[in-house]
């Protein structure tokens, strides 16, 4: 039996295989003039950074606050639920046991929240205490 062994083209894999995975053969030039300096993008960079920081923290504040008032309510029990805010949106999650512990937790945490949007991502669990 005889084998024929294939050899593939490397040179043309090298500008092939960039442009079909989107890479590029060669990089384009830029001009001089229009580039802008490394300082303006490093400042924006930073002051992108401080306000995501400054975010992350609010949204911190804010979950602390949702969940210490759940936790403080005496006629709700909120082992089953669970608390998260992303860009200022607070979202529940988790069980309750009945309609009016679902309606409780609403209460809760949108007096909570303030003027923040709350979402309701919490199931009745049938059969509860």
Do not use: C
């Not at 084998?3 to 830029?30: D, E, I, Q």
């Not at 802008?36 to 400054?54: F, G, L």
């Not at 006629?75 to 089953?80: G, L, N």
């Not at 309606?103 to 809760?108: G, K, S, T, V, Y």
Request: no cysteine; charged share 25%; aromatic share 8%.
């Amino acid at each position: 039996m005889n084998t024929v062994r294939k050899t593939r083209n490397w040179m043309a894999s090298a500008y092939v295989l960039p442009l079909v995975f989107g890479l590029g053969a060669f990089a384009s030039r830029v001009d001089a003039q229009n580039a802008a300096p490394p300082a303006d993008s490093r400042s924006a960079s930073i002051a992108a950074s401080t306000t995501q920081v400054a975010d992350w923290v609010a949204d911190e504040e804010l979950k602390k606050r949702v969940k210490a008032a759940l936790h403080a309510d005496p006629y709700f029990s909120d082992e089953h639920v669970s608390v998260s805010v992303e860009k200022g949106v607070v979202v529940l999650r988790g069980f309750v046991f009945n309609d009016r512990d679902l309606q409780d937790a609403l209460r809760i945490a949108r007096k909570a929240a303030g003027d923040k949007p709350v979402i309701d991502s919490l199931w009745i669990e049938q059969g509860g205490p």
